[in-house]
């Protein structure tokens, strides 16, 4: 099973016609049950290889790697990222949710509090949500654009493919100056949400996952299909990705998100800093003083 092949049905990249409902959020690409053994097998040795290129981007220092999810309610973004991520060194990986904004950021234009939080070189940055939910909660519930307060003239029918195109330029901005971006949408289905919610209405240890406000949400379930849609066909580029990534199985959604990230650092073509023969010298030096210490 290679990873690198798998991950490519998934990928959003040129997507002027792209539509949701090509990609079924209970595929399994045809890989049948039994395989879930091996899928954590073959998990475990991915972490570790994320690992080994993660220890490379951070002695390079020159590319970042930002990674985006974004979800309907219990889609799993949690727990992916808990487990893809779990190998890694966590001085070199940061990871920021997004939940709804401050009055201080509401003050401020949409993108201000991501561009806080981008990930410095050689550092990985998760945004559990991120500058997305303007053109999805926001777009869904536009009584949450009038608390922006934005001069009335420049709200227009046309604000939100003006959103997408202003992600789209600040996600090629980013690409220019070294950032790596990859973005997941984990799209679940609505019958399984439904089965996840009753699971943390019924388990007590889930109980606390429990929000009334995520049914609410869910009955605006086609106006978010529709803004994700929309987002994902004006922001997919083949600098910055979309992966619809199908989250009905999370055996599955792992190994795609995790393909992902191991395909997105392999890019980079990392290696190790080469010492220059001055620095080489230095270190011949050091060794004799440790050397001839008493
Ligand atoms: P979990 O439920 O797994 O803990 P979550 O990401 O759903 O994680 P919540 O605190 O439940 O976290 O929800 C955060 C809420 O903030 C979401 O409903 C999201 O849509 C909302 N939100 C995020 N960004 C914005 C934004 N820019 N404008 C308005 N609402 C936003
Ligand atoms: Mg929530």
Same mark, same amino acid.
């Given at each position: 099973m290679k990873l690198d092949k798998l991950i490519k049905r998934y990928r959003i990249q040129n997507?002027?016609?792209? !539509? +949701? &409902? *090509?990609? $079924?959020?209970? &595929? %399994?690409?045809?890989?049948?049950? *039994?395989?879930r053994e091996e899928a954590k097998n073959l998990l475990q040795r991915s972490i570790t290889e994320l690992a080994e290129l993660q220890d490379k981007l951070y002695a390079h220092n020159e590319w970042s790697l930002l990674l985006v999810f974004q979800a309907m309610d219990a889609a799993g973004k949690d727990s992916t990222i808990k487990q893809v991520m779990s190998?890694? $060194?966590? @001085?070199?990986c940061e990871v920021h949710s997004f939940k709804a904004p401050t009055s201080e950021e509401l003050d401020h234009d949409f993108m201000w509090r991501s561009m806080r939080r981008l990930p410095e070189r050689g550092r990985i940055g998760i945004f $559990?949500?991120?500058?997305y939910e303007e053109v999805l909660v926001v777009r869904v519930h536009? %009584? +949450? +654009?009038?608390? @922006? @307060?934005?001069? %009335? !003239? +420049?709200?227009?029918?046309r604000i939100w493919d003006e959103r997408c195109d202003d992600l789209r330029h600040f996600e090629d901005y980013l690409g220019r100056n070294g950032t790596m971006i990859r973005k997941f949408f984990l799209h679940v289905s609505k019958d399984e949400q439904k089965r996840r919610f009753y699971e943390r209405l019924n388990n007590p240890e889930k109980n606390?996952?429990?929000?009334?406000a995520d049914i609410a949400e869910r009955q605006h379930w086609d106006d978010y299909m529709h803004a994700y849609e929309q987002a994902i066909r004006a922001t997919a580029t083949p600098q910055a990705p979309w992966f619809v990534v199908p989250a009905d199985n999370k055996w599955f959604t792992r190994l795609v998100v995790i393909g992902a990230i191991i395909d997105a650092l392999k890019d980079m073509k990392l290696s190790y800093p080469t010492l220059a023969a001055t620095e080489r010298e230095a270190l011949t030096t050091a060794r004799q003083q440790l050397d001839t210490e008493t």
């Open positions: 997507s002027k016609g792209f !539509k +949701l &409902d *090509e990609i $079924n959020p209970g &595929d %399994t690409a045809g890989l049948e049950s *039994e395989f190998g890694i $060194n966590p @001085q070199g $559990n949500r991120s500058y536009p %009584t +949450l +654009l009038d608390k @922006q @307060q934005l001069p %009335t !003239k +420049l709200v227009t029918r606390w996952k429990f929000s009334a």
